[in-house]
C-alpha cells in the first residue's frame, strides 16, 4: 500500500475526535451493561470482586476504590469492561478467573437458578433502560425529530426484483410522479405504486437534471425493486416531557423488534425484502461500527445519541443469543440445569466454550475484513 493509499484509508475512518469520542460511547454502552450485573447480583447477595471499565491486569491498571465489596479499576485497553461474579460459575472455573483478574478467591454460595438467571438478564435489561434515557434526554431538551422531505431518491437496486433496473432507473434518480401522480415523499412513491399492482404505469425521475421517462410494472405487493432515499431538512419539535417518557419507551422497544427481524434476515430465518439489498445484511465489525459512530458524531449531537441508542439495542439482541459466552448462553445453561436438576457438565461447558469462541473470533474476522474493504471501496 502506497502513502497516499495509506492517507485515504485513515481519511476514510472518519475525524479523530469522532473515533475516540465512538470508542468512549461505546464503553459507556458496555459500562452500563456490566453496571446491571453488578447492580442485581449485590442485591441478590453474590459476590462482585472486580469490576473493570476496560480490559488488563491489575498492576497495569488504576484502582478507583472499594465500595460494596467490589474493587472498582480503570484498566488501560479502553474497549468495554467486565464484572467478576465467581457463583455464577463452577468452583475450578472461578478460582481459575479470580487468579487472572488478580483478585481473592472466598467460599461460594449456592444461589437458586432464578437469581442466577436475574443476574444474568440485568445487564441487558440496563441497556434497554439506557436506550429509553438516552431518547427521553434528546426528545425533552432537543425535540423529536422529523423530516421536512423535499423528494425521494433511489438509493439502490435490489438484484431479487429487478423490475426498476430492467426500466432503466439508477440509483441517484430523483422520482417526480408515477402515473401522472406528484411523488415527493415516500409514502408518496409508496401509495402510487401500490395502486398499479400488477398494471403499467409511467414512472418520471430526473436525472442530471433532466426528466427521464421509465415504464414499470410493479409485482403484486407493490414493489419494483428499489431501496430508497430522501432529501430534506431535519427540524425538531418540543414534546412534553410525559410525551418524550411514552414515545422514549414506544421507540426503543420498536427498535429492538427491527434488530430481531435484521439479525433473522442475516441468519436466513426471516426472509428479506427484496428493496433491501444482500450488502445490508453484511456482518459489521467493530471497525465499522466506530466509522460509522464517528461519521455520526460529525453530525451533531442528536445523531451521534441516536446511533449509541441503536448500537444499545444491537447490544441486547447479540447477548441474548443462546450461544455459549453471551447472556443469552448462561440462561440456556441455568434453565437446563432447572429442568435436570443438575448443572450442565463443567467438562462439556467447557468443550462448548471453546467451540463458540472460535466461532465468535470468526464472525469477529469476517466483520474486520467487511469493515475494511467497505473502507478501501469507499462505500
Known sequence: MQLADVSTFFSSMGSIPGILVMLLGLTFLITIHEAGHWLVARLLGFQTPVFSIGFGPRKWSIV?????????????????????????????????????????FKDLKFFPVWKRISVALAGVFFNFLG????????????????????????KGLA??????????????????????KAVVTPEDLSKALGASKGQPVVVVVKRNGQDVTANVTPDQDGHIGVAIDVNGTQIFTPVSVGKAASDAGRITTSLLGQ???????????????????????????????????????GMGIFNFVWFLVVISVNLIIMNLLPLPMLDGGHVVFFLWEKVSGKPVDAALKSKLYSIFFFLLISVFLLGFFNDIKHILLGS
Open 159 to 180: 438484484t431479487q426484483v429487478t423490475i426498476a433496473k430492467d426500466a432503466g432507473i439508477q440509483p441517484g434518480d430523483t422520482f417526480v410522479s408515477v402515473g401522472g
Open 64 to 104: 478507583l476504590g472499594k465500595f460494596w465489596g467490589t474493587e472498582f479499576r480503570l484498566s488501560p485497553i479502553l474497549a468495554g469492561g467486565y464484572v467478576s461474579l465467581p457463583e455464577m460459575q463452577d468452583e475450578t472455573s472461578a478460582k481459575e478467573m479470580m487468579k487472572q483478574q488478580g483478585a481473592e
Open 131 to 154: 436506550a429509553i434515557a438516552m431518547l427521553f434526554l434528546l426528545f425533552t431538551f432537543m425535540g423529536e425529530p422529523s423530516m421536512k422531505v423535499d423528494s425521494t431518491v433511489v
Open 259 to 297: 434488530t430481531a427481524k435484521g439479525v433473522g434476515m442475516m441468519l436466513h430465518i426471516v426472509p428479506r425484502p427484496p428493496e433491501i439489498p444482500a450488502s445490508a445484511m453484511e456482518v459489521r465489525g467493530i471497525v465499522g461500527i466506530v466509522q460509522m459512530g464517528g461519521a455520526a458524531f
